[in-house]
């Protein structure tokens, strides 16, 4: 051929080779497509919106289309009823099934525990940010192998050592004495009962 260059080598190339790369071609393609799957993202290259998209990329969606908008989980204390009663019965049951078997040994002065915790607003906002962080890393599908060691270093014992201590909102909650006043609920809430709604 007169395009060919004069100095072109000749390369010795294993066919098994080529047979690699095609399985590399179709593995990448595969994956390309399942990121777009998981993205959203409809056919055409990453990055470019569709037509549809850009009809309504302007303002508003397209009639009986409703957006999806990611929701992360609220803060506790935001919370109004019957939302904050909801979530506030999921993390007693949690605290009490879980952490306390688990994690807690007898109070004493150098870990106090306060069997009202649900009393104290700061407790709550701890032991729920450690739940939402909980139910995230022991998922082993989004954490992998060291979610779990993940939530004991960042978020259980720094909330431990906090609620526990002297100084914690159970510095005054030991043997039964108490620093706020509790009020005495009706039922008092457990892993294992609910009150009737």
């Known amino acids: 051929m007169a395009d060919e260059p004069d100095d072109v080598p000749e390369l010795d190339v294993p066919v098994g080779m080529f047979e690699d790369i095609e399985d590399l071609k179709a593995q990448v393609a595969s994956l390309t497509t399942l990121v777009k799957q998981l993205a959203g993202v409809e056919d055409g290259e990453p990055g470019e919106a569709s037509a549809d998209e850009e009809e309504t990329a302007g303002g508003e969606a397209a009639e009986g289309e409703t957006e999806e908008e990611w929701q992360y989980p609220p803060f506790i204390l935001l919370l109004d009823p019957p939302e904050y009663d909801d979530e506030l019965r999921a993390l007693i049951e949690w605290v009490e099934g879980v952490l306390v078997p688990g994690y807690l040994a007898e109070p004493s ?3 106090r525990w306060c069997h009202l915790w649900w009393e104290h607003p700061v407790a709550i906002a701890r032991l729920h940010a450690v739940w939402l962080a909980w139910q995230e890393l022991t998922d082993p599908a989004s954490c992998g192998y060291t979610g779990p060691s993940v939530w004991h270093r960042d978020h259980l014992d720094p909330a431990l ?27 008092v809430p ?7 709604d």
């Open 190 to 196: 457990s892993a294992w009962t609910h009150a009737e």
């Open 109 to 111: 002065a150098d870990a």
């Open 161 to 187: 050592r906090e609620l526990r201590a002297s100084t914690g909102p159970f510095g005054g909650c030991v043997k039964g004495e108490h620093q706020i006043e509790h009020r005495l609920p009706s039922l």
